[in-house]
C-alpha cells in the first residue's frame, strides 16, 4: 500500500510538471519551482514526510487556538466541562479512584526525569546523542508552553470535586501534555528501531492507551476539566512532532555528511 500512495503520488507531481502553465511558471521561477520538488520529494524525509510532518502540526497548532478561544469565550464549552465533571464524580468509586491516582504519576514532571533518565543512559549507551538531543528539547518545550499556558490563561480548577488539592491553573493540562510528549516520543523511538511489525504496533498501541488512560484520570479524579486534557493532548502532540522532526531531519543531515565524507 506504501509503495502504491509514492507511485500514485509521484505519477501526479509528474503528470502536473508536464502541464504547459506549469512549464512556464517553471521557467519563470526556476528557483521557486526546484525548492517545491524538494517539498514534494517521496525518497527523503526532508522532502514530502516533511511536508506533511510540518502541514499537520500547522492543523494542530489551529486547533488548539480554537480550542483555547473557546474555553476563554463561550460558555457552551464551559457548560459542557463542568457536566462532564459533574457526571464523573457522581459514579466515583473509592478504589478506582487510588487506581487512577497511581496513574496519573506517569504524567508528572518526576516522571519525565525518572523515566527520561533510564532512556537517556540508553541512548548514551548506544551512541545515540541525537535521541538525547531531540527528546531534552522537546520535554523543555513542553514544561515551558504548558507554565506560560496556565498563567496566560489562568483558569480555576474544578476545586468542589477534586480528590486531591492541586495549586496551580488548570488550562492546559500538564499531566496530558506530559504523557501525550513523554510516551509519545518514547514510542517513537521504539518504533525506528524495534525490527518486527508486530513490536512495533505493540509499541503504539501501548503507548496510545497509556496516554489516554493518564488524560482521563485527571478528569476522573476533578482536577481538570475535558477541555483542558484535550489541549494539553494538541500541545503535547505538536510538540511530539516537532521532536520527532527534529530527530529525522538532524539524522538525515548526519546521514548526508558521512556520505559526502566517504
Known amino acids: 500500500m506504501k509503495n502504491f500512495l509514492t507511485y500514485l503520488f509521484q505519477s501526479l507531481v509528474g503528470w502536473l510538471s508536464r502541464q504547459p502553465l506549469v512549464q512556464r511558471l517553471d521557467r519563470r521561477f526556476p528557483k521557486v519551482f526546484r525548492f ?6 517521496t525518497t527523503t524525509f526532508i522532502g514530502l514526510p516533511l511536508t506533511i510532518l510540518l502541514f499537520v502540526i500547522g492543523i494542530n497548532a489551529a486547533l488548539l487556538s480554537q480550542l483555547t478561544e473557546d474555553v476563554v ?100 493540562s500538564g499531566h496530558a501534555t506530559t504523557s501525550i510528549a513523554l510516551w509519545g516520543i518514547l514510542a517513537y523511538f521504539g518504533y525506528r528501531h524495534l525490527d518486527q ?12 492507551v497509556l496516554i489516554l488512560m493518564i488524560g482521563f484520570s485527571r478528569i476522573y479524579l476533578g482536577v481538570h476539566f475535558l477541555s483542558d486534557v484535550l489541549a494539553g493532548f494538541l500541545l503535547g502532540a505538536m510538540w511530539v512532532l516537532l521532536g520527532i522532526s527534529l530527530m529525522e531531519v538532524m539524522s538525515y543531515l548526519k546521514a548526508r555528511k558521512k556520505l559526502r565524507a566517504s
Open 73 to 172: 469565550e463561550s460558555e457552551g464549552v464551559v457548560h459542557a466541562d463542568e457536566a462532564f465533571t459533574a457526571f464523573l464524580y457522581g459514579i466515583r468509586s473509592e478504589w478506582l479512584s487510588h487506581t487512577f491516582y497511581a496513574l496519573t504519576q506517569l504524567g508528572t514532571r518526576e516522571a519525565v526525569f525518572a523515566i527520561g533518565g533510564l532512556a537517556t543512559i540508553v541512548f548514551l549507551y548506544r551512541r545515540r546523542y541525537t535521541a538525547v538531543l531531540a527528546f531534552w528539547l522537546t520535554m523543555a518545550g513542553v514544561g515551558l508552553s504548558v507554565q506560560y499556558g496556565k498563567k496566560f490563561i489562568s483558569r480555576d480548577r474544578p476545586t468542589e470535586v477534586a480528590f486531591y488539592p492541586e495549586h496551580n491553573f488548570s488550562f492546559p
Open 197 to 208: 511489525r508486530r513490536q512495533r504496533r505493540l509499541t503504539i498501541l501501548a503507548a496510545g
Open 36 to 41: 517545491l520538488q524538494h517539498r514534494f520529494d
